[in-house]
């Protein structure tokens, strides 16, 4: 599972990850963020790069985000407002600000409401890209609380029976704090699989597994397949790719309706209840936020909850594995074992992406040092 | 997905759901529930059994609730106890009531903090059978408001690369109001296929499908097979029937790595959390609840929230579907139209459960009327 969970990487070199924060903080400087919100985004970024999220972390994103601030799509210095609040909740006009820097702020004040009533909620609505959904829920475990998270987005997987992509990928993340092992961190995306797994098939030429997409005509296509595929990939007008991914679950058979529920669920808590719409919406290119901390201490003592945790942990990591297995493991595990690795031995990055740093300081005028 | 949706019976009598109600109701009372109870633990059966939820109806479950308060097992007049409480959580001793009874309450208390503070959030511990999760959603609902619901579960599924039963099939239910459309409803479990579907299988004889099961080394059965296949179905000392039931998405290609997550988010939420442990915990036969009710007004315009709601299920119901299928369907559409159904027609009981009704009703003196 280790290995899978990582995006492969070839003629990688390895970088110090206090180095790559700086860098890239300097960039978002350089692209209109105040100093404290390029830290933060920085950090948002490494953050998902030294768990081993390398689909959230700075190769797969920064290009993207640096593009979009330079062109307008997201605001670089967005003046978000609450736009309605209680003891327990809120909702944030995200002002076309970027995901990253807005949310970890939201989750702030949801940790402030959990600390006050048990319970803090708080949407974003009007807002780009979210990163890795899993980071703001540990900022909930740093406080001893469990923390929720999770995020509308562009559609591109398809209704059970469907034929047309009109949910997106909508990932949900959990974290709970552990008393000695690692804290317990899930994060995925409701579709079957991940919609960055279809571009590294097709840039590394390796075969699609069944399940993962379905034709033309929305029937899933359950053998392997060699990308692209043009039955499953089709581009929209303006040359952008969309999928026909399936649902977790794959077919109905094995629970796609399940898979589709969950992205509904999604689209509803970080979308439509935000106030701004979902992914599907006319003239919606931008994503909807949902945060949650729950108080442990509301509900027992934390203590006692962290101790549990241990012991429900354990069970799952010495359970006995299936055949062909060495070892089950429990989510949140691999993240926190390549975060040992990368710490200590640094973040690989792929050369092609440490030639665009480069190329990126000297065209900012920033000092270019990452290893 | 209709027809799927249904367990499959043949020999059935429509029967009148206010008179199964009574009955159902006079049943409990003589198991020694008040009234009160007694007609609220009826109300949850025989909304599941109007909705098409027959796995959680009066056929498959009313039996087995009489056998355990007549066992003592469940207890028929419980003093349930909130043992913390904030003002947006609660978290209350169940006192080996039965969930569908005591949980409709934590629903009340949760709506009632969703008025006060925006958000309501109560767990069960100490409690028995859940019944339908979708019921306490729905009564947010009726309040205007987004309800979710979950319970922890004794275990019956495996962990992603796992051979022991270590999690329950911990269902998440969320159900949201809609302006003219009936409430989108999402129920299901986290494995992939209800444990009911196993029992099902054997009674009719129908085939197990691929990706439901794993052998007993934990290896995902890909091909159908004719049950009972003693390779995935394991006896315990009690003589009940364990399983290897698959997390949602089958195989860790498919995605049941996020099935095995969702399983432990429930596992943590409506379980740990609790202070009543989790399904593997020793010398635990008891479930853990969670109900949560969201103020929608505490974070926007309900009436545009609804009316939004209505946009958005129309574009699922009026998508184009997948080659082979007559239509898209969203969460809750194929329940409501069953509901339709049985409350112009009757509910379909097999002729076996009637026999059942006629001779609880000798045995406990009440005269028996069904149709």
């Known amino acids: 599972m280790l290995e899978q969970f990582k995006v492969q990487i070839n003629d990688e070199v390895r970088v110090d990850e206090s180095k790559l924060r700086d860098l890239v903080s300097s960039l978002f400087v350089k692209a209109g963020l105040s100093k404290d919100d390029a830290d933060l985004g920085a950090d948002v970024l490494v953050t998902a790069d030294i768990r081993g999220v390398d689909t959230h972390g700075v190769s797969n994103m920064l290009r993207t985000y640096m593009d979009y601030f330079s062109k307008g799509i997201i605001n670089p210095d967005p003046k978000t407002v609450i736009t309605?609040?209680?003891?327990?909740?809120?909702?944030?006009?995200?002002?076309?600000?970027?995901?990253?820097?807005?949310?970890?702020?939201?989750?702030?004040?949801?940790?402030?409401?959990?600390?006050?009533?048990?319970?803090?909620?708080?949407?974003?609505?009007?807002?780009?890209?979210?990163?890795?959904?899993?980071?703001?829920?540990?900022?909930?475990?740093?406080?001893?609380?469990?923390?929720?998270?999770?995020?509308?987005?562009p559609p591109q997987v398809l209704p059970t029976f469907g034929s047309e992509p009109l949910l997106g990928t909508n990932p949900i993340a959990l974290a709970a704090p552990a008393a000695t092992e690692a804290p317990f961190v899930f994060d995925a995306a409701m579709s079957a699989v991940a919609a960055n797994k279809l571009g590294l098939a097709r840039r590394n030429g390796t075969k699609l597994l069944g399940g993962w997409v379905a034709d033309k005509n929305g029937v899933p296509i359950m053998n392997e397949v060699d990308p692209p595929v043009p039955e499953y990939e089709h581009y929209n007008a303006q040359g952008g790719a969309t999928s026909h991914l399936l649902p977790l679950g794959g077919t109905r058979e094995i629970g796609s309706h399940k898979g589709y529920g969950m992205m509904c669920v999604v689209d509803i808590l970080s979308g439509i209840l935000t106030g701004g719409g979902y992914g599907m919406n006319p003239g919606r290119p931008n994503f909807g936020h949902y945060v949650a901390a729950y108080n442990i201490e509301a509900f027992m003592d934390?203590?006692?909850?962290?101790?549990?945790?241990?012991?429900?942990?354990?069970?799952?990591?010495?359970?006995?594995?299936?055949?062909?297995?060495?070892?089950?493991?429990?989510?949140?595990?691999?993240?926190?074992?390549?975060?040992?690795?990368?710490?200590?031995?640094?973040?690989?990055?792929?050369?092609?992406?440490?030639?665009?740093?480069?190329?990126?300081?000297?065209?900012?005028?920033?000092?270019?040092?990452?290893?």
């Open 84 to 153: 309605r609040e209680t003891p327990s909740t809120a909702n944030i006009d995200g002002d076309r600000g970027l995901g990253i820097i807005t949310t970890p702020k939201a989750m702030e004040l949801a940790i402030e409401k959990a600390k006050n009533v048990g319970m803090g909620v708080v949407t974003i609505h009007n807002s780009r890209h979210y990163g890795m959904a899993s980071y703001y829920t540990l900022m909930a475990v740093e406080h001893n609380m469990i923390g929720m998270s999770m995020t509308s987005c």
């Open 302 to 371: 934390t203590n006692e909850f962290k101790e549990t945790m241990d012991e429900w942990i354990n069970m799952l990591k010495t359970s006995k594995p299936a055949k062909g297995h060495s070892r089950v493991l429990y989510p949140g595990q691999a993240e926190a074992e390549v975060a040992e690795d990368r710490l200590n031995n640094g973040i690989p990055l792929h050369n092609e992406v440490v030639e665009w740093f480069e190329s990126a300081c000297k065209e900012h005028g920033i000092p270019f040092e990452l290893v």
